[in-house]
């Protein structure tokens, strides 16, 4: 028969469970919203440029309209995921307050966050500083 474990560490394991999670989708967030280099693309522009290639598409040689199908298919998903972005503001909040006794408890330094492109402000929030989890 295995000891039964105490309130304080159901407690515990919990806590830890919500911070990790907290943490986990906040990261996930920032990766998959990465910006790209260079100049980014609205949804008014991406709504234009589909707009143009409908147009070009009836006059296009059959090379030519597989190329702006192909095109208009790319444009279309980079539009869905755009518009159907995560509320990182929601998930930025639920990681300040987790990521702190996270980052203590698993000795997690400023610069490992950083290296994840985690924001200095969003650190600087969180209460992790550059001389943190060492």
């Known amino acids: 028969m295995s000891p039964k474990m105490s309130a304080e560490h159901k407690a515990a394991l919990a806590q830890g469970r919500t911070e990790s999670k907290a943490v986990r989708q906040y990261l996930e967030a920032?990766?998959?919203?990465?910006?790209?280099?260079?100049?980014?693309?609205?949804?008014?522009?991406?709504?234009?440029?589909?707009?143009?290639?409908?147009?070009?598409?009836?006059?296009?040689?059959?090379?030519?309209?597989?190329?702006l199908e192909q095109?208009?298919?790319n444009l279309q998903a980079e539009l869905g995921s755009k518009e159907n972005a995560p509320d990182l503001s929601s998930l930025e909040k639920g990681f300040v307050g987790a990521a702190k006794a996270y980052s203590e408890r698993k000795g997690i330094t400023y610069a490992a966050w950083r290296k994840l492109d985690v924001p200095p402000e969003v650190l600087k929030r969180a209460g992790i500083s550059r001389g943190s989890a060492r």
Do not use: C, W, Y
């Not at 280099?37 to 309209?65: C, F, W, Y």
């Open 71 to 73: 095109e208009r298919l």
């Open 30 to 67: 920032l990766e998959s919203h990465k910006p790209k280099r260079g100049r980014q693309r609205t949804p008014d522009s991406i709504k234009r440029r589909l707009e143009k290639i409908d147009g070009d598409v009836k006059s296009a040689d059959p090379l030519k309209r597989l190329q």
